[in-house]
């Protein structure tokens, strides 16, 4: 019996070290076997974490779960069917249950890890001094009486030696009727850790908007505001955050579809119809002297640049000149690659003839600015409205109008100068880069016009969150999943949450050391993904759900310190 477990134990510590020393090659690879059924892969700072709703850290772990069933090849009918399910099923999890272990699995792989880091276990075939290796974790099917999702293993070590380790265990239940009394999770945690000491700290998360679906006014996005407040000590369970805590404002705008399809025309004319009389009204005003007239006509903005929820805050502009104004006929009509040729060939034959003399801003690099300065002085060169060129024409007086707005509405609101801006507005780079800024802008602007919509902060709290996402897109690449993070006082946002009830609330005990701790957390979702809970329909919700009426998940970490003598 015991030297088929020494065995099992080197196997499977030989297994983790081989994980490790290839991770930290950069050697990337699948996760490694062991047993057959069993498969073991290392996550590394910064990759998605499955216990990032229970540890609340992002360090390097090993994660340990069943080897996923390998699936029969469908047929035709069934790829379709699978294709319209596959991410729905990932969403909501149904497939990651399959993954977890039982109880009694998932202690024998914790006593290897042990077994194989005591450095009292000299007859195990183990290379010393051992290798001290990142945190295990294993999922568990939570079929045993306590409700166990996950057990953990960390090992307590000093600069030269492995002294011990620490056992978690995390279970999670249903539980709408909690009863949990504060004193008695402290004194549970002084009985098993045997200390006199301790101290009691709080953390609440509010979510103050999240759209949906079913929520039009934030199109083929979802965009989320929560609240992050943390203090300490905590009074009493489901305490209210004091005043004095320290809060964070919590941002992310994200799940775009990705998808880019010519528009369904949002005009009653095409796009060839709308441009001819453009120019014809052009010319009527040119054969009067006065093609240069700034006033223009006010024209909506397009839909394709803006989403509602953006438009309502975006000042109409009334100093469009003829590029934008072009743009904004075109791009509400434009339907196919002929439309585009078209289009910009009644142009460039009106600016032959001298037809028209249309005035434009200054600082515009793109093609059809050139031809028109050209047209000033009767001579054009010879363009070939072939290939790219009327898209690309198309995409940089789009890009020229797009950054006018930006500018506009950022200087008008006073959230950045234009120094501000340069990074993102600066025609000095090519098209293609030019296009990855302005992404990055509108993205900024969807964040601060999320924010100014659904929470409606002071001005000091919009600037200082405008300079921290400008901050963070003049030295990184477009990331709609960046959940961008402000510190704010909490009396400046007492009124979004002081009278509201937490999607989170969590209370962490501990005694000074950082791994020994006794956490109580009580959520709306549960931060077990691998479990079996039954969800209600929204049908079985009433439009004013609170957390109290809907099913609520409390979820227990504990742990206890084995030393090695």
Known sequence: MWSGANRAAEEFYAGLLQEFDEKKKGICKDPF???????????????????????HENETIFIVEKVPLEKEEPSHIEELQFEETAIS??????????????????????????????????????????????????????????GIGWLGAELISTSSNITGIVLYMVTCKVDKNYSVNLED???SHKKRHHLSTLTASGFAQYELFKSTALDDTVAASQTRITLDISWSPVDEILQTPPLSSTATLVLADGLRTGVTEWPEPLEAKSAVELVQEFLNELNKLNEFGDSTNKDTEIVKHDAA???????CLLTVR?????????????????????????????????LQRGDIQPWLHSGSNSLLSKLIYQSYHGTMDTVSLS???PVQMLLEIGLDKLKKDYICFFIGQELASLNHLEYFISPSVDTQEQVHRVQKLHHILEIVVSCMLFIKPQHELLFSLTQSCIKYYEQNPLDEQHIFQLPVRPTAVKDLYQNEKPQKWRVEINSG????????????????????FHRPDFSELTLNGSLEERISF????????????
């Open 387 to 389: 290939g790219t060129v």
């Open 185 to 187: 999770l402290k004194k």
């Open 89 to 146: 099923d990932l969403s909501t999890g149904e497939n990651v249950g399959l993954l977890a272990l039982p109880v009694g699995r998932a202690r024998q792989l914790i006593g290897f890890y042990t077994m194989a880091h005591n450095p009292n276990m000299t007859h195990l075939k183990i290379n010393r001094p051992v290798t001290a290796l990142p945190p295990l974790w294993v999922r568990c099917d939570g079929s045993d009486p306590e």
């Open 305 to 311: 640049a803006v989403d509602r929820s953006i438009e």
């Open 513 to 532: 050391q950082k791994k020994v701790k006794t956490v109580w957390q009580l959520s709306d979702s549960p931060p077990v993904d691998h479990l079996n």
């Open 554 to 565: 409390t979820n227990m970490v504990t742990c206890s310190q084995v030393h090695f003598k």
């Open 33 to 55: 076997i062991y047993e057959a059924d069993i498969q073991v892969q290392l996550i590394s700072k910064g990759q998605a974490n499955p216990l990032k709703n229970i540890l």
């Open 318 to 350: 009334g100093d469009l000149d003829f590029a934008e104004q072009l743009w904004c006929k075109m791009s509400s009509s434009v339907i196919s690659y002929q439309d585009l040729v078209k289009c910009f060939t009644l142009v460039i034959q009106s």
